[in-house]
């Protein structure tokens, strides 16, 4: 597609219950990556896929929080038993070699209630 | 953690005037990129200047870049009401993520 898709755009879900995120990258992008933003706060780093390197985990806020993506192309942040201060806007973003300006997405916005 | 911390946290102005925002990081960097983000939504990229350059423009937009002070400024000349926004500089150290700021909150009166 033209841009970076992400569905869903928002997602209301129960404390404890597990939710999955997805992301569409620009097509050719190597680089993608998932951030998240709190309200009125800035971004968050969480991970980072470069091509068939390994991803880049560090910013995961805990062990309930995982991702992967699928041939290079497609993909899926899970959050397993979610809390309530998981509520944020999941950002991701995809970039050409990841040495140039980044497109994101429009965001997921996750409610934990 | 974050590098790039932005001054103002807000900012309001007039339409037809300039805005001026400014950033300030902390380690050494490849290039610095400046973002803009509507509705607490997607963010846009602005301009990315290199850690080589000095002063880029884009339109409307004019970047300068002062890696000696670890600073760089974004202003947005004869702003318009469509210009109300967060902005965002983020830094690129490398093979690694963009590092963001928490954004200047830019409102412009019309």
């Known amino acids: 597609g033209a841009g970076v898709s992400q569905s869903p755009s928002n997602k209301v879900t129960e404390k404890g219950k597990d939710v999955e995120l997805r992301c569409d990258p620009i097509?050719?992008?190597?680089?993608l990556y998932w951030y998240r933003q709190s309200l009125g706060q800035g971004l968050e780093f969480l991970i980072y896929?470069?091509?068939?390197?390994?991803?880049?985990k560090s910013g995961l806020p805990s062990d309930r929080f995982s991702a992967e993506r699928t041939g290079g192309s497609v993909s899926t942040l899970t959050i397993q038993r979610t809390q309530q201060e998981d509520s944020a806007v999941y950002l991701c973003?995809?970039?050409?070699?990841?040495?140039?300006?980044?497109?994101f997405g429009s965001g997921t916005r996750l409610t934990v209630v | 953690s974050q590098q790039g911390e932005e001054d103002p946290q807000a900012l309001s102005i007039q339409e037809g005037e300039n805005a001026t925002m400014n950033c300030s990081y902390k380690?050494?960097?490849?290039?610095l990129q400046w973002y803009r983000q509507n509705s607490g939504r997607g963010l846009v990229h602005l301009i990315l200047?290199?850690?080589?350059?000095r002063e880029k423009h884009s339109g409307r937009l004019r970047v300068t870049l002062d890696t000696s002070k670890k600073s760089s400024s974004l202003l947005i000349t004869a702003s318009r009401a469509a210009d109300t926004a967060s902005y965002f500089c983020?830094?690129?150290?490398?093979?690694?993520?963009?590092?963001f700021g928490k954004g200047t909150r830019l409102s412009v009166i019309a």
């Open positions: 983020a830094t690129d150290g490398g093979n690694t993520p963009l590092v």
């Open positions: 896929f470069q091509g068939n390197s390994a991803p880049d």
């Open positions: 973003a995809s970039s050409l070699a990841g040495r140039y300006g980044y497109t």
């Open positions: 200047i290199r850690s080589n350059e």
């Open positions: 380690t050494s960097i490849n290039n």
């Open positions: 097509s050719g992008h190597t680089a």
